[in-house]
């Protein structure tokens, strides 16, 4: 009988991270992260890798548990909730990646990749396709696909900093060529796909923390002598977060399994899930930033963090209107 | 997690398809909301019920199939696949039978629900009034009761169907003392064709008598029509409620089935240049998905044992919304022939998008309004607090 909803060890699994995540204090591990020490970031990684949600994209035959792409979003889920800094997408990804190609240099990273030991970034260039690897300057490997070929790139240009802090671009430079051939593009293709998930998932995350807090904040912020929360404006802008969130999940959900099954809609449902997600995650930052008023404003307010976040996510691994031509594809 | 059919719900889904192919008519039906669409419809309940197709989720006794809530969603996605016609039975089947089932007694259930089953009886909505709309416990028609049985009088008005139905179910005021508005109210039964019952239908936006509204001048309901307690008619009305704004009024069969429809015309008539509209029809159909994923979601939680509570007001925002925004991307993928009325000789699809554009405004309005329906949700499930409507 069909079972559309989370097992109770995937429940468990989410209540862990989020538990560990919140004692960590990430909002001080972002701001760290983004004035260039990756250090409490990578400390962070660490205790990451040890609750397994590295090895969750790395194929068992290379010291990992999956690949699992149900269990990658609800972790990516909480990473969202959590605003944990890193090329976090891109390390599941180039675990997707190398487990496709298999061979020698899955066999050099994807251990590391699945301990944790290594944090590796990734680029896939194409047209329209970002030409910046996402925290190089913080990864251990960054791989760069163009074309039929992947490398591992020797170095990186300057970081350009990002709408969000935590976010360091910068473009990759060099690098030998580790494999050439159509099966690059197509273990490519399934990387962007993972990454394009768990960023959906990751979004999904930002934007219920966002709404939790801006809750909580407009039932306390009294004007007029009431809570600003008991204006009908106020009220319904929140609904619609809320709705256009709780209806993204499922999308999320529906992608991830047919990833699981390599479904040949999975594409589609991946780049429903990111249409649906981004947007919602987008529109929750935005309704946070409004209802905190001149507050959520300002760079000082932790939520800001998730606040600058929501738009690079939404645009990420497949911008809205690269994910809605590719609905109807 | 999965999204598995069994191999008796594939069976199921291609029973479903296989009948509604050699039964849908070719031609749509005239519109419903007409006298002579209206009998059409009707008539379409009675093919449906001769092969238990009319409410396959009743218990086989009252001519269901016991189907299971998945496989109700399998045969609703078929259903509006092959394009078959609108329910005219929909209030009774999806607002009416629910009550009954978990309202009702043993005699009202042998009564009632056979003859709705086969269209026979066709049920119209009585809630609202003119003084009370979202506000509905405000409501002000009367129930007194006599040696007899009861004696209703009032107003109701925007009652669904009732131009050409049968019967009508509906709350009134038993018990004008009680502390607050919605205590002491009873919900009855009664025949649209009683004593003292006065039928003046109204056009809705098209000037279609969709609706109607109802004079009530002492009309006899006996004991045996009044639904659960008397006085405790919100409670029972309340129980519906779930059912017409969460996911059995609006299926997502119907959603998906239009975006598939959306998505054929946007390819045979679009300007692939245009990327604006080629973006809202993905919108259409990421939302229908998502519609249709979100009922499984709530369909396996209740197969574990959970309900819907409050939750259905997220699906009424979200199925209303997508409903016009799915039929405003149509016309617009129509161009110069996206006004032209469902009555038009030349309305493209026989008239389909036009009369599914009119019905699709509706949708925000009816089952308690989206402005409502936000306030449930941001009372109920964000925790914030009550302030003035």
């Known amino acids: 009988m069909m079972r559309f909803l989370l097992d109770a060890e995937q429940r468990e699994f989410a209540r862990a991270l989020d538990g560990m995540l919140g004692s960590a204090g990430t909002p001080r591990v972002v701001r760290s992260w983004a004035s260039g020490d990756p250090g409490p970031g990578r400390a962070v990684w660490a205790r990451l890798a040890e609750a397994g949600v590295f090895a969750l994209a790395v194929p068992e035959e290379h010291e990992g548990l999956g690949p699992l792409p149900v269990e990658l979003t609800v972790a990516f889920g909480e990473l969202g909730r959590h605003v944990v800094p890193g090329p976090l997408a891109e390390t599941a990804a180039a675990g997707a990646l190398l487990g496709r190609l298999g061979g020698d240099v899955a066999r050099a990273w994807l251990p590391q990749l699945a301990s944790g030991k290594a944090v590796a970034s990734l680029c896939v260039l194409s047209p329209g396709g970002s030409p910046y690897a996402l925290d190089a300057d913080a990864a251990d490997a960054v791989f760069v696909v163009e074309g039929d070929t992947v490398r591992l790139a020797e170095s990186h240009g300057p970081v350009q900093p990002s709408a969000d802090p935590a976010r360091r671009l910068a473009r990759p430079l060099g690098g030998v060529v580790l494999e050439e051939g159509p099966q690059v593009a197509a273990a490519a293709a399934h990387a962007a796909d993972v990454a394009a998930l768990v960023t959906a998932a990751q979004a999904l995350g930002l934007g219920r923390t966002l709404l939790e807090r801006t809750v909580e904040y407009v039932r306390r912020r009294t004007q007029f002598g009431v809570a600003v929360g008991s204006f009908q404006a106020v009220k319904h802008r929140l609904a619609d977060t809320l709705v256009a969130l709780e209806f993204a999940q499922p999308l999320v959900y529906a992608a991830a399994l047919a990833l699981t099954a390599d479904d040949p809609a999975a594409g589609r449902e991946v780049a429903a899930a990111k249409v649906a997600a981004g947007e919602a995650a987008h529109g929750a930052a935005r309704t946070a930033l409004q209802l905190h008023g001149a507050l959520g404003y300002t760079g000082e307010l932790d939520l800001s963090l998730w606040i600058r976040k929501a738009r690079p996510l939404r645009d990420a691994w497949g911008t809205p209107a690269a994910c809605r031509a590719r609905v109807l594809a | ?389």
Not at chain 2, 60 to 71: D, N, Q
Not at chain 2, 76 to 95: K, T
Not at chain 2, 192 to 217: N, Q
Not at chain 2, 270 to 284: I, Q
């Open chain 2, 1 to 389: 997690m999965d999204l598995d059919f069994t191999p008796a719900e594939d069976v199921f889904r291609a029973e479903v398809r296989n009948w509604l192919a050699s039964h849908v008519p070719a031609v749509p039906l005239p519109s419903l909301e007409t006298a002579e669409g209206f009998a059409a419809h009707r008539e379409w309940e009675r093919t449906l019920f001769a092969d238990r197709w009319s409410v396959v989720s009743w218990p086989e006794a009252f001519g269901g199939r016991g189907s299971s809530p998945l496989e109700w969603l399998i045969f609703e996605e078929e259903y509006y696949r092959a394009g078959a016609p609108g329910r005219v039975s929909q209030n009774g089947i999806n607002l009416l039978a629910p009550t009954l089932f978990e309202h009702g007694t043993d005699e009202q259930r042998a009564r009632v629900l056979p003859p709705m089953a086969s269209g026979e009886v066709v049920w119209a909505q009585a809630w609202s009034e003119p003084e009370a709309g979202s506000d509905l416990a405000s409501l002000r028609s009367t129930a007194v009761r006599t040696a007899e049985g009861w004696r209703i009088s009032g107003q109701k008005t925007w009652s669904s169907r009732a131009a050409f139905a049968d019967r009508a179910f509906g709350l009134f005021r038993s018990d004008p003392e009680a502390d607050r508005p919605h205590r002491g109210l009873t919900y009855l039964m009664f025949p649209l064709d009683a004593d003292g019952v006065t039928v003046r239908p109204i056009g809705r936006l098209d000037g279609k008598p969709a609706f109607a509204e109802l004079f009530l001048d002492d009309v006899f309901v006996p004991d045996e029509d009044v639904i659960g307690e008397p006085g405790q008619g919100w409670r029972v009305a309340m129980s519906t409620t779930g059912n017409e704004r969460g996911l059995t009024l609006r299926s997502p069969g119907r959603f998906t089935a239009a975006a598939d429809r959306l998505t054929a015309l946007w390819r045979s008539a679009a300007d692939p240049c245009d990327t604006a509209l080629r973006d809202r029809v993905a919108d259409a159909v990421i939302g229908a998905r998502a519609y249709q994923l979100f009922t499984y979601a709530h369909t396996s939680r209740i197969a574990a044992g959970g309900s819907i509570g409050a939750e259905s007001s997220l699906n009424k925002v979200y199925w209303s919304e997508l409903d016009v925004a799915l039929h405003e991307t149509a016309l617009d993928l129509l161009g110069p022939y996206g006004e032209l009325s469902d009555e038009a000789a030349e309305a493209p699809a026989h008239g389909r998008w036009a009369e599914g554009h009119t019905f699709s405004l509706a949708g925000p309005i009816y089952a308690g309004t989206n402005e409502i329906q936000r306030d449930i949700i941001a009372e109920r499930l964000l925790g914030l607090p009550k302030g003035r409507r």
